[in-house]
């Protein structure tokens, strides 16, 4: 029992962490501009490509910082060709938009790299076991995976709560004219944020593409389980995205370990007729449903609190 | 602006016209339908590479009868709604030859509605050629006269396996883990019960479904594998549900036998490799590239050298359109009609090996023989590896044609 309980709590967490590294850079970029960008996942994707692409000729470190910021100068372009002129039409506009640019990024990304999944390693520095608990191994790069991910949750953090750029940037959401009136560049503060969340999605990329499969559907398989993180941690907030991948990932993780369902909990109280009615919702699993419960929490969120576990506002 | 949409429009057609592929007349064609796009495409895009490959092949030698051979692709994307769509689209197009493998769901609406197409439209019959959809309902309860099969099905395969481990007395535990859909299913159960008859004494000590490619992170199903003390584990998982599964067991350092269906799939031997699992991970085949078969090696390496960067191919598409021609050949004519009474019972040299299977009359199962692998460094006489990894397959056992079949409670409904 100890043995499950603390395995689970160190993979929930470790999930967690990947979560919050993935959607870190959505939650940026919500909570900054309020544009929900739906090619966040593209953007992961292509970080994962660069990486693997740079690893091949210098390595991973040097891919650990060049792809993310190749990935942040073309999300800069994004937002100054593109974002910027149909932000003009309002938010579904914008929706709009990236939906359509994560069709353009994964066909792009298939004719540069075909549809097969490519060999992107993790580096031989971190590719050994960090630790043996209960003769599990926990390798280093996951724990370097959660260090990563805290690191940038602090920095985030710092950067918006303590600094002036922080300070121009959530001016520029709530008055942007007045922002611009005092002198400060709305525009190009957009132009960054959008930027530095299409590089924290390529950071990801770069160090989930290892871990992970690195393929040109990739984008399209993390999909949702990011929405959910930053609506349950309440949108635009970091501190609340946060929260909410720890959470989800230690629901997950504690939801596949158990056995139980309907039918072992309360076999005896119930007759075989209103059994077998039940049928599959009596026999089903926790374990079997899992993968579903942070949909689940999704659905019960919105209708419960909508603002999310820390969100400032409503919508 | 109406005038230049109307420009535009005409000028669309025009060009759309020019574009077209000037497809002869009598063409032989033959309709592929399988994901292109979305979560299946790398596997989809690896069996229209191989089609592609086997109809310029032959249409270098002259063709089936004079006939060029072309292939018609159609993204189905893996959903049996738009999968019936794109049938109707090729028979539309004039396409009466219609082959399809991924999604046992997929192939089971096809099979349903060639059948009753064709019972609707008589002379206009279209016959569907199923290269890897594996759900035993396909040649048992649901079998139908105008689908034939050419993968082992479910229970084919698992009586291969089974019989095995039979003999493997080292194996006391076995885990089952699968994806949470009909085929997931149908394996877990077959497995089940064919492991009670041969080997009682084996303690099944998981049962589990996992929702299908949405998993992310496999770490906690192998912190179960791991405390329910197995020694083996039996997985239908196939694509990304395979490659993280097994690299989460790598990670964990969790040392068990794998015993797959997929493990050559698309990125499978990449994440083999990456969990670093010498010898560990089987997998049950038609054939694999190191069978010590000139004629065969000869192709693959014609092959590979076409699609250096997809390295993977299927040899029972070479069964099945080898023995496509060859019934229009001896029937003297591509009447889907005249093809199936051929291809009925016929019996054909495999690709793999050249030993021969058969096209089973009573429910249009294709039976060859299978081979049990195992994924490690390449060894002298292994010339092959898989997907640039260095690491091959390597026979561990070969089961006889005889030894594959297994009844059918198929009721064949023939035409008229």
């Not at chain 1, 559907?217 to 959910?228: C, D, S």
């Not at chain 2, 039979?166 to 699968?178: E, F, Q, S």
């Not at chain 2, 598409?317 to 001896?330: P, R, V």
Request: hydrophobic content about 50%.
């Amino acid at each position: 029992m100890v043995e499950i309980v603390f395995i689970s709590t160190l993979n929930g967490v470790l999930y967690g962490m990947l979560l919050f590294l993935m959607a870190s850079g959505l939650t940026v970029i919500f909570s900054m501009m309020g544009v929900l960008n739906f090619a966040h996942a593209s953007f992961y994707m292509l970080g994962a490509f660069f990486g693997f692409a740079i690893s091949r000729h210098v390595g991973f470190w040097p891919g650990l910082v060049i792809a993310p910021l190749l990935v942040g100068g073309i999300g800069m372009a994004v937002e100054r060709y593109g974002l910027r002129r149909v932000h003009r039409h309002g938010h579904v506009a914008e929706l709009l938009f990236t939906f359509g640019l994560t069709f353009v990024i994964q066909q792009l990304v298939e004719m540069a790299w075909g549809k097969l999944p490519v060999d992107y390693r993790v580096p031989p520095s971190l590719d050994f076991p960090a630790f043996t608990v209960f003769s599990t191994n926990y390798p280093t790069f996951k724990i370097f995976e959660l260090l990563i991910s805290v690191a940038i949750f602090a920095a985030l953090l710092l950067a918006v709560k303590r600094t002036r750029i922080g300070l121009i940037v959530q001016a520029a959401l709530s008055h942007p004219d007045m922002v611009g009136m005092l002198g400060h560049n709305v525009d190009g503060v957009f132009m960054l944020v959008f930027g530095v969340g299409a590089g924290l999605a390529a950071i990801a990329g770069v160090i989930a593409g290892p871990a992970l499969v690195t393929q040109s559907n990739m984008a399209e398989l993390l999909g949702p389980i990011l929405f959910v993180v930053v609506v349950v941690g309440g949108l635009g907030s970091l501190s609340g995205a946060f929260a909410a991948s720890l959470l989800i990932g230690l629901v997950q993780t504690f939801a596949v370990a158990s056995n139980a369902s309907l039918a072992s909990a309360f076999g005896s109280l119930v007759s075989q007729r209103a059994q077998a009615y039940l049928g599959d919702i009596w026999n089903v699993t926790v374990a079997q449903i899992a993968p579903i419960l942070p949909y689940l929490l999704l659905v019960l969120i919105l209708i419960f609190r909508p603002r999310g576990l820390i969100g400032a506002r409503d919508s | 602006m109406r005038t230049t949409f109307a420009a535009t429009a005409l000028a669309l057609s025009v060009f759309g016209a020019a574009a077209m592929p000037a497809a002869a007349e009598d063409a032989l064609k033959i309709a592929y339908i399988d994901p292109l796009s979305g979560g299946g495409a790398s596997i989809g895009q690896i069996g229209l590479n191989q089609l592609k490959f086997i109809a310029d092949a032959v249409n270098a030698k002259g063709g089936v009868m004079g006939k060029k051979v072309e292939i018609a692709a159609y993204d189905n994307k893996l959903n049996p709604q738009q999968s019936l769509v794109d049938v109707q689209k090729a028979i539309d197009d004039g396409i009466r030859i219609i082959t399809q493998g991924n999604g046992s769901s997929v192939a089971l609406a096809i099979e349903d509605f060639v059948a009753k197409y064709n019972e609707r439209n008589p002379g206009k019959e279209v016959i569907y050629l199923n290269y890897a959809a594996i759900d035993p309902a396909l040649t048992n309860e649901k079998c139908s006269y105008w689908h034939f099969a050419w993968d082992a099905n479910v229970g084919v395969k698992l009586q291969a396996l089974t019989n095995f481990i039979k003999a493997k007395k080292d194996i006391k535990k076995v885990y089952l883990i699968d994806q949470d859909y009909s085929f997931g299913h149908s394996v877990a159960d077959t497995a089940v019960r064919m492991l009670k008859e041969k080997r009682p004494d084996i303690a099944i000590v998981g049962n589990e479904f996992h929702p299908l490619v949405k998993v992310t992170d496999f770490s906690p199903y192998i912190a179960k594998i791991k405390a329910s003390g197995a020694d083996t584990v039996i997985t239908g998982n196939w694509g990304q549900d395979f490659a993280l599964l097994i690299k989460a067991a790598g990670d964990a350092g969790l040392k068990v036998d794998w015993y797959t269906f997929y493990a050559g799939g698309a990125g499978g031997p990449t994440a083999v490799k990456q969990a670093n699992m010498p010898d560990q991970v089987f997998q049950i085949t038609e054939g694999v590239n190191n069978i010590d078969y000139k004629p065969a090696q000869d192709v693959i390496r014609a092959y590979f050298a076409h699609y250096p960067n997809a390295p993977v191919y299927y040899p029972r598409l070479f069964n099945e359109t080898g023995m496509l021609f060859k019934a229009i050949e001896e029937a003297k004519s591509d009447d889907p009609v005249k093809i199936a009474v051929k291809l009925e019972g016929m019996k054909y040299p495999t690709f793999s090996s050249g030993d021969e299977g058969f096209m089973r009359k009573d429910d249009h199962q294709f039976f060859q023989p299978l081979y049990i692998s195992t994924l490690g460094p390449l060894a002298a006489n292994q010339p092959f590896d898989e997907e640039h990894t260095g690491w091959g397959w390597k026979v561990v056992a070969q089961i006889l044609v005889q030894d594959t079949i297994l009844p059918t409670s198929c009721k064949m409904k023939r035409p008229q």
